[in-house]
């Protein structure tokens, strides 16, 4: 390998850089995916301070001969949100513990790379109408959650290299698009300033917006980011690169968030999970950053790893309007300097090529269960129809009788319950958020309004958003249809919508009404936006609006009247469709760089609610034994017994289909009263009111153990007569909450099993989904396949992660989920180990079948020999 650690002078100042333009590669740098290049860079600089070697140089080169090698990987920084940072942090503040009871220095258990928390995801949609909603949200997200907030704020002074964005300030990765990123940032690298690529793993799978800005960057789990901040390299497989060349213009009409549904059904249906995937071509270069960071955001639903942009001239000047001059001037120098800065021309060696005319791109939606389902928004009726049908048959057309204000009112069968604009994929994107506002303002001139039944909501990203809606006079004309600003955060995509009024609960409960959400985010499984809507379809903000003023989803908005106005005469939704033209006449004036500046020069300091939570900075955390939110969970901790590779005589807890999303392993929402985690808050004194969600509550293992499986929709084919939490515990064959039944499997020493179709654990980077299954028992997942984040949690909780084989399903081999089964031949768990499962059903009969264990690297085998990365860790650093 060529010399290539050299200077680059920029400004005046000499930084050290590695240049992998002069790097030993047979067919040239140029030859390179812009992605491999930056993954190159990094192995190269590592190899320089003994943390990575020369073969590992080779592996990265080697991405189209021989993807899947191991390779250590050094991301710059972290990402976190408090969904999945406060796990994290209770994870940090127990191994302090943990370290002292070993005999160790607790301050080793410190962030060694800078960490970045945004509380974002806390905030629940209570209040949505009148122009204090925000306020009054707000107040009850501190009300709810100042407990999980004072342990944050203990972190931020008690730990080294760890900041914390306060409430209120918007979604993560649109802070982390629009302010925190840097595209190249200065580092010590062994004591001497370093250029750097800015690379970035987070807790939340939605990490990947920040692809759209030139960044390397990908949702992880929570345990893997706290090894990975303690300094331990994340050890990836080279990934495949998958080229998506772009060519052609949107047509009229069309936003970059139908053509994100577009690739999310194309890419999908393409197989690109664990793949990175890399636009280019001249499509690439038209589009702008706001359209690349909506396309980027959606990578988990299409299964990449990364939905890659490279940086080219617009995403300089993007980084120079949003206030970073410096880092612009630093990342167009080194870019350019090293050969990373994209070229039109070029077209470099991918392991495929493939390609999406922008011109065919159609008005889209997706749904109604997952956002790789996309739907020509005027084919929605006849899509909903078979929904209805195969739901509740024969109810096509009929209509639920309710009293709203005194007055009888009839509510369709799918009714739009829930209308919101909400979340990073949409808000980040001024050309659809002021679309959404002419849209409205139009709609309000001829008069028309949301049916009452529609619960509308307006919660942006970041607060620029305001800005520049107020510049253009349309956050008055978003409120006159209903569309009051309620929250700057998460929000309904992550199931924090609220409440739905009292007549559509009861409606759906005691009259068979099946009710419909329309929102512009990411996410849309089943009870994920709220247990009691039963179909939710992904949008542009656009159709959000367009869709509250139907009222109802069985509609054809693009060729049917969307309502009628004051006089009585129907209105088409093509007559109050606003231009491209005049969406960017108004951006044109309203959006300004300088509103990036005045909202993010004080971001971490806070409003005054947040200043005024008292905390002490102290290296031990102060647990508290009668919190209901923040427990130390000291049971990570406990040195597993016996042979982790021997497993006899388990029992499946659960059986499960295709697509089983963490959602379904481990809810976010509404916690249900009579579900073990509300029994369990009901028994500490909690009011229903209070529960909160199960998202706010990821603190306590107690509750989060008792919520593991408790997705009311989930289907354990153990019990195919209900749906929801349960499963038939073996041999009595007893119906009862699977978290029962693990505690009394648990109590009988017996080991757990899950058995799934493919892609077990798609969705969220939930460590939960991984924490919850290990502390019910279970050991092993036998699954067709695996989403990758969820993967990487099961070997992370030391729980084993195996694959059918050879085409064998849990149908072609005749299970039933009542055997007995016991998994041999697992060795010392090395990459490519295949292990024998023998399974014997109560009736004497014996299955034999191979399972492919899903460890990639040797470091992954030491976390399952170790029962976990927590326990590595601890013995590495003790």
Same mark, same amino acid.
């Given at each position: ?5 050299? #200077? ?230 080279? /990934?495949?690169?998958?080229?998506? %060349?772009?060519?052609? %213009? ?93 070229? /039109?021309d070029s077209e470099p060696l991918y392991n495929k090529v493939l390609h999406l005319d922008l011109g065919s791109v159609r008005p889209s939606l997706a749904g109604p269960y997952r956002p790789q389902d996309r739907i020509d928004v005027s084919d929605l009726p006849k899509v909903f129809g078979a929904e209805l049908e195969k739901n509740a048959p024969g109810s096509a057309g009929k209509a639920v009788s309710v009293r709203v204000n005194g007055s009888e009112v009839q509510i369709p069968q799918g009714a739009v319950a829930i209308a919101s604009i909400t979340s990073c994929t949409n808000t980040s994107n001024p050309f659809v958020m002021v679309g959404a506002g002419l849209l ?14 529609? %619960? ?19 956050? $008055? ?11 700057? &955060? ?21 009259? &068979? ?7 512009? &985010? #990411? ?58 033209? $005049? ?18 020069? $004080? ?37 597993p017994e016996g042979d982790p590779g021997i497993l006899e005589n388990a029992r499946a807890l659960g059986v499960f289909g295709d697509s089983i999303t963490t959602d379904h392993i481990s809810p976010a929402g509404t916690i249900a009263a009579d579900y073990p985690a509300g029994r369990y808050l009901q028994e500490k004194g909690i009011p229903r009111k209070d529960f909160n969600s199960y998202g706010s509550r990821r603190g306590n293992h107690e509750v989060m153990m008792r919520g593991t499986f408790g997705n009311i929709r989930i289907k354990n084919q153990l019990v195919p007569e209900k749906t929801g939490g349960y499963t038939r515990r073996s041999p009595k064959g007893e ?106 059903? /109560? ?23 170790? &029962? ?11």
């Amino acid at each position: 390998m060529a010399m290539t650690e050299r #200077n680059l002078t920029v400004d005046g100042k000499t930084y050290r850089i590695f240049d992998v333009s002069r790097a030993d590669i047979t067919e040239g740098h140029e030859s390179l995916p812009y992605s491999i290049r930056i993954l190159l860079e990094n192995v190269l600089r590592k190899e320089k301070l003994g943390k990575a070697s020369a073969g590992d140089i080779q592996k990265v080169l080697a991405y189209r001969s021989k993807p899947g090698q191991d390779i250590p990987y050094y991301p710059a920084r972290v990402l976190m949100q408090d969904f999945t940072g406060v796990p994290a942090v209770v994870d940090l503040a127990a191994m302090r513990n943990a370290m002292v009871a070993r005999g160790g220095d607790p301050r080793k258990i410190n962030p060694l790379i800078p960490v970045d928390l945004v509380i974002d995801h806390s905030v629940q949609i209570d209040f949505w109408q009148g122009k204090n909603a925000l306020q009054k949200n707000v107040e009850m997200e501190y009300t709810r959650n100042s407990e999980r907030y004072r342990l944050l704020k203990w972190a931020a002074e008690s730990m080294d290299n760890f900041r914390v964005v306060p409430p209120n300030s918007g979604i993560c990765h649109q802070i982390n698009f629009e302010n925190l990123g840097r595209i190249v940032r200065e580092n010590d690298e062994g004591g001497t300033p370093t250029l750097i690529p800015d690379t970035v793993i987070g807790t939340d799978s939605h990490t990947t917006m920040i692809d759209g800005l030139g960044i390397m960057g990908w949702g992880v789990g929570g345990i893997e980011a706290e090894a990975v901040l303690l300094g331990q390299a994340y050890v990836m497989p080279v /990934p495949e690169v998958i080229g998506v %060349k772009l060519t052609g %213009k949107l047509p009229a009409g069309v936003s970059a968030s139908d053509l994100v549904l577009t690739l999310t059904e194309m890419l999908r249906k393409e197989g690109v999970v664990g793949k990175f995937v890399e636009y280019f071509g001249p499509g690439m270069s038209a589009l702008p950053l706001p359209d690349r960071a909506t396309v980027a955001n959606m990578s988990p639903e299409y299964g990449a790893t990364m939905g890659f942009f490279p940086v080219d001239e617009k995403t300089i000047r993007y980084l120079k309007e949003t206030g970073r001059e410096e880092a612009a001037v630093l990342s167009e120098a080194y870019l350019k300097e090293t050969g990373m800065f994209f070229s /039109p021309d070029s077209e470099p060696l991918y392991n495929k090529v493939l390609h999406l005319d922008l011109g065919s791109v159609r008005p889209s939606l997706a749904g109604p269960y997952r956002p790789q389902d996309r739907i020509d928004v005027s084919d929605l009726p006849k899509v909903f129809g078979a929904e209805l049908e195969k739901n509740a048959p024969g109810s096509a057309g009929k209509a639920v009788s309710v009293r709203v204000n005194g007055s009888e009112v009839q509510i369709p069968q799918g009714a739009v319950a829930i209308a919101s604009i909400t979340s990073c994929t949409n808000t980040s994107n001024p050309f659809v958020m002021v679309g959404a506002g002419l849209l409205a303002k139009k709609a309000r001139a001829r008069g028309l309004k949301p049916p009452a039944w529609v %619960k509308t909501s307006l919660a942006p990203g970041s607060q620029v958003v305001l800005d520049y809606l107020e510049r253009a006079n349309l956050v $008055e004309e978003l409120e006159g249809i209903g569309f009051t600003l309620s929250a700057f &955060g998460c929000a309904t995509c992550i199931g924090n919508s609220g409440p739905l009024p009292d007549y559509i609960t009861e409606a759906v409960d005691n009259d &068979g009404l099946l009710t419909a959400s329309v929102s512009s &985010g #990411n996410r849309n499984f089943e009870a994920r936006i709220h247990q009691k809507v039963r179909f939710n379809f992904l949008g542009s903000p656009l159709y959000v609006v367009a869709y509250a003023l139907a009222g109802r989803v069985d509609v054809d908005i693009m060729n049917e009247p969307i309502g009628k106005d004051a006089e009585g005469n129907e209105v088409f939704l093509k007559e109050i469709w606003p231009s491209s033209g $005049e969406i960017e006449s108004v951006l044109s004036s309203a959006l300004k760089g300088e509103d990036y500046v005045k909202r993010y020069t $004080e971001v971490f300091k806070g409003d005054d609610t947040w200043r005024s939570l008292k905390v002490t900075s102290s290296e031990l955390f102060p647990w508290d034994p009668e919190s209901t939110y923040i427990r130390e969970p000291d049971l990570f901790f406990d040195s597993p017994e016996g042979d982790p590779g021997i497993l006899e005589n388990a029992r499946a807890l659960g059986v499960f289909g295709d697509s089983i999303t963490t959602d379904h392993i481990s809810p976010a929402g509404t916690i249900a009263a009579d579900y073990p985690a509300g029994r369990y808050l009901q028994e500490k004194g909690i009011p229903r009111k209070d529960f909160n969600s199960y998202g706010s509550r990821r603190g306590n293992h107690e509750v989060m153990m008792r919520g593991t499986f408790g997705n009311i929709r989930i289907k354990n084919q153990l019990v195919p007569e209900k749906t929801g939490g349960y499963t038939r515990r073996s041999p009595k064959g007893e119906i009862e909450f699977i978290y029962d039944a693990a505690m009394e499997y648990a109590a009988a020493g017996t080991p757990l099993i899950i058995l799934a179709g493919k892609e077990y654990g798609t969705g969220s980077s939930r460590d939960w989904a991984a924490k919850g299954p290990r502390l019910q028992g279970v050991r092993a997942v036998i699954a067709e396949s695996f989403e990758r984040i969820h993967r990487s949690n099961l070997v992370g909780m030391g729980v084993l992660p195996l694959t059918f084989t050879g085409g064998d399903t849990i149908a072609s081999l005749g299970l039933t989920g009542f055997e007995t089964c016991a998994i041999r031949d697992l060795g010392d768990f090395a990459p490519g180990t295949v292990a024998e499962v023998t399974a014997v059903s /109560p009736e004497g009969k014996t299955t034999r079948f191979k399972a492919a264990l899903q460890i990639y690297s040797s470091v992954e085998a030491d976390f399952i020999r170790s &029962g976990g990365v927590l326990l590595h860790v601890l013995e590495e650093l003790k």
